[in-house]
């Protein structure tokens, strides 16, 4: 019973270590807007949301900058068809990725 205790304390920890730094923020907006002029973070939210409901389910859900942008750019196409996504769902994934790469690594 303790250790379970110990497990689920464990994992909120992680939780929110994890949403701290995925979660778009304003900055990542102004950081977006330079490449989608009018992009919302009502649209990053729900880029995060799909990229770990539908990415999340093969791998771990990578930092975006931790990540290249080449990487990115030549993995992409290739997950859209793995995660079999719409391309409304992809372009919301993409502007979530891009908003983070003002982020210094
Ligand atoms: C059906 C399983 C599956 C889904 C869904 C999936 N991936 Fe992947 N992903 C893989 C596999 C397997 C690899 C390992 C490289 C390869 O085989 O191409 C990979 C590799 C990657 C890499 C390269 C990591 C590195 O450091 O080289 C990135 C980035 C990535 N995936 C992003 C995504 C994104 C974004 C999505 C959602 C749009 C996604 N993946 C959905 C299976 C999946």
Not at 22 to 47: Q, R
Not at 55 to 79: L, R, T
Not at 95 to 100: E, T
């Amino acid at each position: 019973m303790k250790t379970n205790y110990f497990l689920i304390l464990f994992s909120c920890f992680l939780f929110s270590c994890t949403t701290a730094v995925f979660k778009p923020t304003l900055s990542d907006v102004e950081y977006a807007k330079t490449v989608y002029p009018s992009v919302t973070i009502d649209e990053l939210n729900k880029g995060l949301t799909l990229y770990a409901n539908k990415c999340g389910a093969c791998h771990q859900i990578f930092v975006p900058n931790k990540v290249s942008p080449a990487i990115w750019d030549a993995m992409m196409p290739k997950m859209k068809v793995r995660a079999k996504l719409e391309d409304e769902e992809m372009d919301l994934i993409v502007k979530y990725i891009k908003s983070k790469e003002g982020k210094l690594n």
